[in-house]
Nanobody, 120 residues
Framework: QVQLVESGGGLVQSGGSLRLSCVAS????????MGWYRQVAGKDRELVAR???????TYKDSVKGRFNISRDTAKNTVYLQMNSLKPEDTAVYYC??????????????WGRGTLVTVSS
């Protein structure tokens, strides 16, 4: 079993910055992907950013140039630096990872979520 623990959410004014962190722990051979999704009540969960084991990153179009995802492989930790925050970034942010739990067996895991609120 793999556990993800997020931290760093909170309340910030429009234009401000926040940094989210997520630590993965538990039984796994390797981590293939780590990333962040977000969800607003009544809407589907959407991908914000992810980083692959080789370092390739992808972003939701609306956060490109404002958010930066990075990873500390040694610490099994992923970060999301969020700058120039807008009220529409308000959501619960969920950490996600896809891990190799045994040879050729991969599984997805989710954190419990951390609330980010951006006031106008």
């Amino acid at each position: 079993q793999v556990q993800l623990v997020e931290s760093g959410g909170g309340l910030v004014q429009s234009g401000g910055s926040l940094r989210l962190s997520c630590v993965a722990s538990g039984s796994m051979l390797s981590i293939n992907i780590m990333g962040w999704y977000r969800q607003v009540a009544g809407k589907d969960r959407e991908l914000v950013a992810r980083i692959f084991s080789g370092g390739i990153t992808t972003y939701k179009d609306s956060v490109k140039g404002r958010f930066n995802i990075s990873r500390d492989t040694a610490k099994n930790t992923v970060y999301l630096q969020m700058n120039s925050l807008k009220p529409e970034d308000t959501a619960v942010y969920y950490c996600y990872c896809n891990v190799e739990v045994s040879i050729r067996l991969n599984r997805d895991y989710w954190g419990r979520g951390t609330l980010v609120t951006v006031s106008s």
